[in-house]
């Protein structure tokens, strides 16, 4: 049977690129709070990843009609690009990993649950778009746990799923990705290791990986 061959590399961005949950969180209490809501935040890390939609469910809206919840998304996504323009930073090691694949010559895209103004805004104040082939939103598509992001990111790049990378720090992120039949390093940066023993390699923040055992996930 063939090896398997690193062709490509797919990275979620929340919580990958940059530290975006405390944004993401705060905004999310802030319209709650503003509309009257009750912000239920027992399972937050727990939905970390998922579609605003089905995350606006999960923490005390989902009993409103689905077009106030789409007017509760639109608000908080601007209350979220507002603040993340002045906040956004890279995750140690993000910035040299993108680096270390563009030299090697390695597809990259992104694959995000959140909306493309979102990305746009967080790519901008990264300065990171360039290294991107294929950008896609998961906001439409069926949320992760669901593999179909990474599908599609994969058809856009012309590979084969067990021939690409999938970089993800959400529980159902991981879930996704071995889903679609991927390869999988997890970094700790919004949940503990031992949640994210399901990947194929855990670390603590992407300062930790060493290209030797990238290498080795694909031997």
Same mark, same amino acid.
């Given at each position: 049977?063939?090896?398997?061959?690193?062709?490509?590399?797919?990275?979620?961005?929340?919580?990958?690129?940059?530290?975006?949950?405390?944004?993401?969180?705060?905004?999310?209490?802030?319209?709650?709070?503003?509309?009257?809501?009750?912000?239920?935040?027992?399972?937050?890390?727990?939905?970390?990843?998922?579609?605003?939609?089905?995350?606006?469910?999960?923490?005390? %809206?989902?009993?409103?009609?689905?077009?106030?919840?789409?007017?509760?998304?639109?608000?908080?996504?601007?209350?979220?690009?507002?603040?993340?323009?002045?906040?956004?930073?890279?995750?140690?090691?993000?910035?040299?990993?993108?680096?270390?694949?563009?030299?090697?010559?390695?597809?990259?895209?992104?694959?995000?649950?959140?909306?493309?103004?979102?990305?746009?805004?967080?790519?901008?104040?990264?300065?990171?778009?360039?290294?991107?082939?294929?950008?896609?939103?998961?906001?439409?598509?069926?949320?992760?746990?669901?593999?179909?992001?990474?599908?599609?990111?994969?058809?856009?790049?012309?590979?084969?799923?067990?021939?690409?990378?999938?970089?993800?720090?959400?529980?159902?992120?991981?879930?996704?990705?071995?889903?679609?039949?991927?390869?999988?390093?997890?970094? %700790?940066?919004?949940?503990?290791?031992? %949640?994210?023993?399901?990947?194929?390699?855990?670390?603590?923040?992407?300062?930790?990986?060493?290209?030797?055992?990238?290498?080795?996930?694909?031997?």
């Amino acid at each position: 049977m063939d090896k398997k061959r690193l062709r490509a590399v797919i990275w979620d961005m929340d919580g990958v690129l940059l530290d975006s949950e405390h944004v993401h969180f705060d905004s999310w209490r802030l319209v709650f709070k503003k509309h009257g809501l009750t912000f239920d935040d027992r399972s937050l890390t727990e939905i970390f990843g998922m579609t605003s939609g089905q995350v606006v469910r999960r923490i005390g %809206a989902g009993h409103l009609p689905d077009e106030e919840i789409a007017r509760l998304i639109e608000e908080k996504d601007l209350v979220f690009q507002d603040w993340i323009k002045k906040e956004a930073r890279f995750l140690p090691g993000a910035r040299e990993w993108l680096e270390k694949f563009s030299a090697g010559g390695l597809p990259q895209a992104l694959a995000s649950s959140s909306s493309y103004d979102s990305i746009d805004v967080i790519l901008g104040a990264l300065g990171a778009r360039h290294y991107f082939k294929v950008i896609l939103s998961g906001r439409d598509l069926p949320s992760k746990p669901d593999p179909h992001l990474f599908l599609q990111a994969a058809q856009r790049l012309g590979v084969q799923p067990e021939e690409c990378l999938v970089i993800e720090d959400a529980v159902v992120g991981v879930s996704a990705a071995k889903g679609a039949g991927m390869t999988c390093l997890a970094v %700790a940066t919004t949940n503990h290791i031992e %949640a994210l023993r399901a990947a194929n390699l855990v670390r603590g923040s992407l300062d930790d990986v060493r290209y030797d055992e990238i290498v080795q996930l694909f031997n």
